[in-house]
């Protein structure tokens, strides 16, 4: 079966916006608060854990996996890095049981692709099902791009994609999906050939693929579309302030939710720094109570007083609360704050889906006031002398520029459709996963915030300070009598006063006066002599 050559006229519309659609949508969501700082949130490692987010409320879609990238450096060709698409129609069966939904294939498949499949199979998909909320790519990255956790990172994503991709019944059985779990489909769709895809794919339907128009023509229609908006002469519709409601729906949504992304971003980057003050305010109190339990060790007493016990008290405490904030920081980055960037990313699709309907509503409009001006020429022909042989060539015009019209009607009434059933679904989807976000976020906090109060609560802290602790006076008495000399059965006081300095040749020999004296820098030590055995 032929692709439809009537579809030419709309589908030129979309090669400007469709080409940059996701770097779009990537670079408006992977920004930091502040473009000229780095993001200081820490990066998640995707080798140990995942983000929870789901491709579905209820459905996992598990027969549908990204597994196994594989990196290759060939020369010319550079550095890529191939991903396993596999379909397991088992697993499938197994969770729709219960569903009279159709397989997605009648059998399995593993295919590899790079990230470039990938994008193209976006573009063919914004392209063949205009009006589609279309879930977005992971981000690309500016380096690193090859690492272990990079790769990882890029394979979550590519996944969670591919099942969103399957579970969407707008897009579940489109030709163009299911090409791409073959290989040979796949080549021939990215050459723009067509195909059967009872034969190839095993579908009931034929896969379309896009004509490709000229750059020119492509400018040319875009003049048209703009004439036609700066004229204000668009086509109105009784489901136009439907649609503008859900604009206005879709961009209040999409501004409340930055705002509470932007505060939850600060709320985890100031985690990560109170974990490392905790940290630091533990490493302080640690030293106050050594001071104490130094002297105790010097003076052979027990232990410190109670304020130095008070104080490693507080640096045992500090220490587990680090622990904690630091382990609280990465819940909320991986539970709360990712989930956050991708309902974002999924309400920017949604907005991008009803710029569908508006394109499609601007070429509509574009094409009736085409029909007016040949109407007005051809009749101006008819009644001017001399021109009758335009007549023909006008009226041969007139007539494709109404089944341009024809045309233009009925895409801008499918994709209307189709935007009221995806953006339905949407509302569903995404509202039940925000919800399910914001619960979660709740939960975690009064699990962090009973775990903050069994750290405090879990030490003594209500200890009087001891009357009875260290004594300097006492400590002084104690390194008094460590001090006596003890010799010829009675004891010997250490002088109290020092001796005034001896002649320089006295101490030069050792001897004065029967003590002995001992040089050391200039200065003079002086020490009874020893007792006679």
Not at 80 to 102: C, G, I, M, Q, W
Not at 205 to 217: C, M, N, R, W
Not at 313 to 329: M, P, R, V, Y
Not at 496 to 515: D, I
Request: hydrophobic share 35%; with cysteine; proline share 5%.
């Amino acid at each position: 079966m032929a692709p439809n050559s009537n579809m030419s006229t709309d589908l030129r519309t979309e090669e400007v916006i469709d080409q940059t659609a996701i770097d779009m949508n990537n670079r408006s969501h992977s920004l930091s608060v502040s473009d000229s700082e780095p993001n200081p949130v820490s990066v998640v490692d995707y080798t140990s854990y995942s983000p929870q987010i789901k491709p579905h409320p209820t459905k996992s879609v598990s027969y549908i996996t990204v597994s196994d990238p594989v990196t290759f450096n060939e020369g010319l060709k550079g550095k890529y890095t191939l991903y396993r698409v596999a379909y397991d129609p088992e697993l499938e069966k197994n969770e729709s049981e219960h569903s009279a939904e159709e397989p997605f294939l009648s059998h399995p498949s593993s295919t590899q692709h790079r990230y470039s499949s990938f994008v193209t199979l976006y573009n063919l998909l914004a392209k063949e099902k205009p009006g589609t909320v279309l879930p977005p790519l992971p981000d690309k990255f500016l380096k690193d791009r090859f690492s272990a956790t990079s790769c990882e990172e890029r394979r979550w994503g590519l996944e969670l994609f591919m099942r969103r991709l399957t579970i969407n019944p707008e897009l579940r059985t489109c030709g163009v999906l299911k090409s791409f779990f073959d290989d040979a489909s796949w080549r021939r769709v990215k050459k723009g050939e067509e195909f059967d895809s009872e034969a190839d794919v095993e579908e009931e339907e034929v896969v379309h693929t896009i004509p490709k128009t000229s750059k020119k023509s492509t400018i040319k229609k875009w003049i048209k579309d703009k004439k036609t908006c700066l004229s204000g002469t668009l086509h109105r519709s009784p489901l136009d302030p439907l649609f503008d409601e859900m604009d206005h729906y879709v961009t209040a949504l999409e501004n409340g939710l930055r705002r509470v992304e932007m505060q939850a971003e600060y709320m985890v980057k100031s985690l990560a720094q109170e974990a490392t003050i905790s940290m630091e305010f533990g490493l302080s109190c640690d030293a106050v109570a050594h001071v104490d339990d130094f002297i105790g060790n010097r003076l052979n007493q027990d232990t410190g007083s109670t304020v130095g016990q008070t104080f490693h008290t507080t640096s045992q405490t500090a220490d587990a609360l680090s622990a904690l904030q630091q382990k609280h920081h990465q819940t909320l980055l991986v539970d709360f704050l990712l989930p956050l960037r991708d309902h974002l990313k999924m309400i920017h699709a949604a907005k991008l889906a009803l710029t569908k309907r508006s394109n499609r509503r601007i070429t509509y409009s574009t094409a009736l006031s085409n029909v007016d001006n040949k109407k007005g020429a051809l009749h101006k022909y008819r009644i001017t002398q001399g021109m009758e042989s335009k007549v023909m060539g006008a009226e041969s015009s007139l007539s494709k520029a109404e089944l341009e019209v024809e045309n233009a009607k009925r895409n801008y009434d499918d994709v209307s459709e189709r935007v009221l059933r995806e953006f339905d679904r949407f509302r569903y989807e995404n509202g039940t996963m925000m919800h399910a976000t914001m619960v979660e976020f709740g939960r975690v906090q009064m699990e962090y915030s009973a775990k903050v109060a069994r750290i405090w609560s879990s030490k003594e802290f209500d200890k009087e300070i001891s009357s009875s602790g260290r004594c300097y006076v006492d400590a002084a008495k104690v390194l008094m009598d460590a001090n006596r000399v003890v010799g010829g059965g009675h004891i010997v006081d250490m002088p109290m006063q020092s001796p005034p300095p001896v002649p320089a040749e006295t101490a030069v020999s050792g001897l004065a006066n029967g003590m002995e004296t001992l040089g050391i820098q200039g200065a003079v030590r002086y020490r009874d002599s020893l007792p006679e055995m």
